[in-house]
């Protein structure tokens, strides 16, 4: 079955970086186009980034220029920099297989003012 890790959130001071992972596990990862989103308290889950089969990425715009997501399908990883954290940032990011109802569980990211 599929199945999604996410792992790297933590408390982090603005202006920090952080960069988070997800495993996958269940499908033939290099295939498949991956995506991360966000889900801030009080507000709906928003896309973050998307990284296709073939490399090409695909930003929010509130993600341009200080996010970066990357894939490794030797270690069927896809990854999330995130630098220059703000306040605003602070959210439970998920990565999901795109196009499909599969989910991680979530890994949260708190960034201090």
């Known amino acids: 079955q599929v199945q999604l890790v996410e792992s790297g959130g933590g408390l982090v001071q603005a202006g920090g970086s952080l960069r988070l992972s997800c495993t996958a596990s269940g499908f033939i990862f290099s295939m498949n186009t991956m995506a991360w989103y966000r889900q801030a308290p009080g507000k709906q889950r928003e896309l973050v980034a998307v990284v296709t089969s073939g490399g090409r990425t695909v930003y929010a715009d509130s993600a341009k220029g200080r996010f970066t997501i990357s894939r490794d399908n030797a270690k069927n990883m896809v990854n999330l920099q995130i630098n220059s954290l703000k306040p605003e940032d602070t959210a439970v990011y998920y990565c999901?297989?795109?196009?499909?109802?599969?989910w991680g569980q979530g890994t949260q990211v708190t960034v201090s003012s």
């Open positions: 999901r297989l795109s196009g499909s109802q599969h």
